[in-house]
């Protein structure tokens, strides 16, 4: 069964960076997307970033010029840089995973098929 790990969230000062990490496991096919959501307290989740398994990526506004995302295939791992974070990108970031391409295409993310627990990043001085 697929599972998605996410680490690297914490406490972060405005300005301050963090890289993200979705360890992956238990996709049974070659192509599969991988995804960034992100759900504060009220606010529906929403897409920050995604990544196909032919390397397309693409981000939502919140996140284009400040946040990158990438994939270490011998790992199995997508990270999420985030830079210059700022206090209202303060939520529960969550790693998204499917089958579907169309989750993950023409400029817009989908909510996917499976999901990590999520982990908390908090920008706040």
């Known amino acids: 069964q697929v599972q998605l790990v996410e680490s690297g969230g914490g406490l972060v000062q405005p300005g301050g960076s963090l890289r993200l990490s979705c360890a992956i496991s238990?996709?049974?096919?070659?192509?599969?997307?991988i995804g960034w959501f992100r759900q504060s307290p009220g606010k529906e989740r929403e897409g920050v970033s995604c990544?196909?398994?032919?390397?397309?990526?693409i981000y939502q506004n919140s996140g284009k010029g400040r946040f990158t995302i990438s994939r270490d295939s011998a790992k199995n791992i997508v990270y999420l840089q985030l830079n210059g974070l700022q206090p209202q990108d303060t939520a529960i970031y969550y790693c998204?995973?499917?089958?579907?391409?169309?989750?993950?295409?023409?400029?817009?993310?989908?909510?996917?098929?499976?999901w990590g627990k999520g982990i908390q990043v908090t920008v706040s001085s």
């Open positions: 238990g996709f049974t096919e070659d192509y599969y997307v």
């Open positions: 990544i196909t398994s032919s390397d397309m990526k």
């Open positions: 998204g995973g499917s089958y579907y391409g169309n989750t993950c295409d023409n400029g817009k993310i989908y909510l996917m098929n499976y």
